[in-house]
């Protein structure tokens, strides 16, 4: 086999309370594998614990809802042996893979009482993915900050009003309960509990292992799909419509009130109720997505493409782009698209 050049810790580390057990929870009905990314990540903390002569940090085990197969394709099953409702003894760390398309979890009672009485009996619930729909739906999440995957966070929004969704954030902790964004954010919040749990240098070791970075910061914005900038589904809303027809344009929050013949304190207030954030912030999201597909789709200017999305200078949709993704425009072209010419 291949020998790896395995750097030594440096750090002693405090064991007091290892092994802790982690429980994966996943569902049968789901074809996500986010739990897959969790193993590997402790897998991994093993491993690098072994090469430095040190016993195991994590007990992991995965349990179900509803044994037996749990993912299919051409030539590769996975298959549940352990059923949720028969898990026994103390529990560390319990984590929730993702929900599955058609509800199938969310409207199955005896696992989401199951769910809400867990939470209180262990020192951290974790969610991943669309996950972040199971605990809502057992009530862990009511007044509290968290995050799910960007596709399916209006959804979210309509079912659970009651929780502070951040859908730009990879992951959240609010509370003792931790939720991950969409796939590969799992890996992110594993480091990051590694990190909190056994410190920074065990949990370096892990990302570089795994070819991830250090750390991306759990605020740093998930990057979902655009639409074309003329492409947006006709909102409903009269505001929204008028935003979104003239990013381009002057839409000081003055001017806006009076096209809307409104004082300026009236039109935040109307416009928070209806869109449910502020204006300014609605407008600049906007404008960053609009800004978005055109450094993924043109060979435009940085400069250019910013005038063309409301902005007076290429400083200010930098600006906008650290404040929302933590990344410049050029930057971002950089990583979605292959390649284009060098902008000035």
Known sequence: ???????????????????????????????????????????????????????????????????????????????????YDELEGAVDTLIVQAADDDDECLNDTDFIDWIRMMAPRVRRTVSACTGAFILAEAGLLDGNSATTHWAAANDFRNRYPKVKLHPECMYIRDDGVYTAAGVTAAIDLAIALIEEDLGSELARRVAQAMVMFMKRPGNQAQFHAQTAPHDFDPPADPFVQYIVDHLEGDLRLEKLADHFNLSLRSFNRKFRERVGIPPGRFIEQRRVDRARHYLESTHEPISRIANWCGYDTSDGLLLAFERHLEVSPREYRKRFTSSLQVER
Do not use: C, W
Request: charged residues 15%; aromatic residues 10%.
């Open 1 to 83: 086999m291949p020998h790896y050049q395995v750097p030594t810790l440096q750090t002693t580390l405090n064991r007091e309370g290892f092994p802790r057990r982690v429980v994966i929870v996943t569902n049968h009905a789901s074809s996500s594998l986010e739990y897959i990314d969790f193993i590997r990540t402790f897998s991994e903390t093993t491993f690098f614990l072994e090469q430095a002569g040190q016993p195991p940090a994590y007990q992991v085990e995965v349990v179900s809802r509803g044994k037996g197969t749990i993912y299919n394709v051409q030539g590769l099953s996975i298959v549940a042996s352990n059923a």
